[in-house]
T-cell receptor, first 115, second 111 residues
Framework: DADVTQTPRNRITKTGKRIMLECSQT?????MYWYRQDPGLGLRLIYY???????NKGEISDGYSVSRQAQAKFSLSLESAIPNQTALYFC??????????????FGPGTRLTVL | GQQLNQSPQSMFIQEGEDVSMNCTSSSIFNTWLWYKQEPGEGPVLLIALYKAGELTSNGRLTAQFGITRKDSFLNISASIPSDVGIYFCAGQRNQGGKLIFGQGTELSVKP
């Protein structure tokens, strides 16, 4: 079974609709992240959470919100989707191994298309 | 925002050839990570580097943490078709801090 799962894997929606992308992990990690990938731009951080009560904005948080429902669950919402939010979205997790939080583990991604 | 410059953007090589790619930054990083992404999948961690000058191997892959702490290199020896994918570098200033990703190097291997 995958350690980091994302649902849905693909979604097509219309401008103005509210969309929620969900992420679950069984790795027991306390830190979770949402990234967006666009061709030629690598991955850019949207939001991150170091524990259930800690939510932080990343590089490109405008137009997005998140909820950390439990240690294992971190969801990303687009309140009113717009076409330039069409992208691949990845959830990632990290946890303390010895003294390191550095290594992040990614889910399989959600391909979102906003028409 | 902070950017890493990764080059080349793409490579088309023959099976059996060696591959080199690199990442540079204007800022110092304390950790460098290299990821590979295959079509339809999320990035998978290949190698993590924690010390300036460190050279680490993972099978046919070798990565180095530059002495200046502003760059890192990834080499793939004797490439095979399954090496195809996008390779990303990522830098981190502080332990547990945010990762900054390069733009990716897309590798194509011709059998």
């Amino acid at each position: 079974d995958a350690d980091v799962t994302q649902t849905p894997r693909n979604r097509i929606t219309k401008t103005g609709k509210r969309i929620m992308l969900e992420c679950s992990q069984t790795k027991g990690h306390d830190r979770m992240y949402w990234y967006r990938q666009d061709p030629g731009l690598g991955l850019r951080l949207i939001y991150y959470s170091f524990d259930v009560k800690d939510i932080n904005k990343g590089e490109i948080s405008d137009g997005y919100s998140v909820s950390r429902q439990a240690q294992a669950k971190f969801s990303l919402s687009l309140e009113s989707a717009i076409p330039n939010q069409t992208a691949l979205y990845f959830c990632a997790t990290s946890g303390q191994t010895s003294t390191r939080y550095n290594e992040q583990f990614f889910g399989p991604g959600t391909r979102l298309t906003v028409l | 925002g902070q950017q890493l410059n990764q080059s080349p953007q793409s490579m088309f090589i023959q099976e059996g050839e060696d591959v080199s790619m690199n990442c540079t930054s204007s800022s110092i990083f304390n950790t460098w990570l290299w990821y590979k992404q295959e079509p339809g999948e999320g990035p998978v961690l290949l190698i993590a580097l924690y010390k300036a000058g460190e050279l680490t191997s993972n099978g046919r892959l070798t990565a180095q943490f530059g002495i200046t702490r502003k760059d890192s290199f990834l080499n793939i020896s004797a490439s095979i078709p399954s090496d195809v994918g996008i390779y990303f570098c990522a830098g981190q200033r502080n332990q547990g801090g945010k990762l900054i990703f390069g733009q990716g190097t897309e590798l194509s291997v011709k059998p």
